[in-house]
């Protein structure tokens, strides 16, 4: 019985699997698209998660614990946006500090599961360390704020709950296992759209 159990979970576990699978094998996250990466059975999941063995004692981050993540963390200071009003982003956490794991242009993308890798990416998916001019993560979204709409419409857009408040992080806007808008977005650009899930004005 208990052996059947197992099975119909893992079978589960596979079927929602599959979507996402199908998703990502023709996106730049497939990370057997770039020079001098190979995937052991082409294992297009395993730079980012493990589904056995995997390492949550090396993670601090409770999300990186439930997601099973499998990548090494990166180790950059990173200076961060600063509003009108004079707020800075915290440090990344949570999603943010995974999707920096890779887009930080230092650690390296093959790095995962204990090895250290070699092959960094380069180029604008290489976002650096200076995050100052790019779009402000590790915010506590501004609900009371009448240039701001509230949360409940949201389309497309998802806040990110890290220690009991909603913050703006990078898979608010993207999402990492679908390409299908371009960019991983999760709402198009055409008409501001994306934007204008947050920002009334």
């Known amino acids: 019985m208990r052996r059947l159990a197992v099975l119909l979970a893992a079978a589960s576990v596979m079927a929602l699997a599959a979507p996402v ?11 057997n698209t770039f020079p001098g990466v190979v995937l052991p059975g082409n294992q297009v999941c395993l730079p980012c998660h493990v589904p056995h063995n995997a390492y949550p004692y090396q993670y601090q981050d409770p999300l990186q614990r439930k997601v099973l993540w499998n990548h090494a963390e990166t180790t950059q200071s990173f200076t961060m946006y600063t509003t009108l009003t004079g707020h800075t982003g915290g440090p990344p956490q949570g999603p943010s500090k ?104």
Not at 22 to 31: A, D, V
Not at 151 to 157: D, E, K, L, M, R
């Open 98 to 201: 995974m999707c920096l794991s890779c887009h930080d242009g230092v650690t390296a993308i093959d790095s995962y599961g204990g090895a250290t890798g070699t092959v960094v990416i380069v180029g604008s998916a290489a976002l650096g360390t200076d995050l100052s001019n790019d779009h402000p993560i590790g915010i506590v979204y501004p609900t009371n704020d009448p240039g701001y709409n509230p949360p409940a419409g949201f389309q497309g857009v998802k806040l990110v709950p890290i220690g009991g408040q909603d913050r703006v992080e990078c898979t608010s806007c993207h999402e990492p296992h679908n390409n299908s808008l371009g960019n991983f977005l999760r709402r198009t650009l055409n008409e501001s759209l994306i934007c204008l899930e947050c920002h009334n004005k």
């Open 21 to 31: 699978l199908g998703q990502i094998t023709n996106t730049p996250h497939n990370l």
